[in-house]
């Protein structure tokens, strides 16, 4: 099959993740008890920064994606009254941030209008401590993740006959945010682990990254299911990347 005609499959493929997910600018209904998480990201000079990806991470509700309007600006809605913790980090590839990402945590509720601001600087190499964000199902805590060849959601089998290897072993799709590589860099600098409900950690081999056909913001990361996580229906998968860790979200599997 040469390259071209894979394109539409590509394309189709990137409308099946995004219809599994929520982009809060566009698609979010605003609760009846919501408030907002509002800001701007300006440049070293002051000016408002455009298309700054913006991702709100909730231990409650999972992850929100909005974007920067012209003027770098931006707004989150989030319900009130809940007790969670919520972080918001920003990300465009060639910038760096400060703050690198501002966390508003609660043990009451969150309650009432917030504000974050951010100053992006042009960089020539990925920012230091970057953060790997793997995105959540809307309203959900649980992975945004299909399996690599079906595109079908979880649970997930450690094995099947559909797929293209010869060990028949399942490759998940995990879909992240904040992950960029610098021009020398191999996606060896970025390692996925599963923990069981033991505390059992079981390394993912990682097997593929690239940014989502047409939606650069967004990386998909395959990974390798190992066998001995059959039993466990459920574990909390995470990245690291250049040994910084990011956010663990639970994946249904079966034997």
Known sequence: MN???????????ALAVLACFSISAMYRPVA?????????????????????????LSDVTGTQITFTDASGNYVFNYAGSVSHNVRITPWKSGYEFNPLWTAFVSSVGLTGNQIALFTGTPSSTPQSGQIPNLLTQEAS????????????????????????STDERTRVSLFAVNIELGANETSSVITAQAEDSAGHIFPLTVEHFAAVPNFAWLKQVIVKLPVEIANSVE?????KVRGTAGNKVPVKVQP
């Open 235 to 239: 574990v909390r998968v995470s990245l």
């Open 3 to 13: 390259r071209n005609s894979r394109l539409p499959r590509l394309v189709g493929f």
């Open 141 to 164: 805590l649980h992975a945004l993740a299909l399996d690599s060849v079906t595109w079908l959601s979880e649970p997930f089998s450690m094995v099947g006959s559909h797929n293209f």
């Open 32 to 56: 009846a008890q919501a408030f907002t998480i509002s800001g701007a990201v300006t440049d070293e000079h002051g000016q408002g920064l455009a298309d700054v990806t913006m991702v709100l």
